[in-house]
């Protein structure tokens, strides 16, 4: 059985930095794309930034250059590392996996992870 679970969320003044982890478990992931996404309060999911075992990423229109994208391809496990943090990146941010090419399409993503809270206050 497939299990993401992301970890790493937490509440944080704005300014500050976090870095999120998922581990992924239960099967193969070579292959996979491994991709953030998040949503905020009211609103609907969207694509941050994904990438793939060979480290080539795609980047959404809201990840900027405050956010960064790494994978441990050996632990299966890939991270999001967030700066100067804004109280709009306020979210639940979800981790998820798909078997081929990168897209920022939630619905193209196989697998999910429950979402851990990033909470920035002002």
């Known amino acids: 059985q497939v299990q993401l679970v992301e970890s790493g969320g937490g509440l944080v003044q704005a300014g500050g930095s976090l870095r999120l982890s998922c581990a992924a478990s239960?099967?193969?992931?070579?292959?996979?794309?491994m991709g953030w996404f998040r949503q905020p309060p009211g609103k609907d999911r969207e694509f941050l930034i994904a990438i793939r075992e060979s480290g080539n990423t795609l980047r959404g229109d809201s990840a900027t250059g405050r956010f960064t994208i790494s994978r441990d391809n050996a632990k299966n496990t890939v991270y999001l590392q967030i700066n100067d943090l804004k109280p709009e990146d306020t979210a639940v941010y979800y981790c998820?996996?798909?078997?081929?090419?990168?897209?920022?399409?939630?619905?193209?993503?196989?697998?999910w992870g429950q979402g851990t809270q990033v909470t920035v206050s002002s």
């Open positions: 239960g099967r193969s992931f070579n292959g996979f794309g």
């Open positions: 998820a996996v798909r078997e081929g090419s990168l897209t920022n399409s939630a619905r193209a993503y196989d697998y």
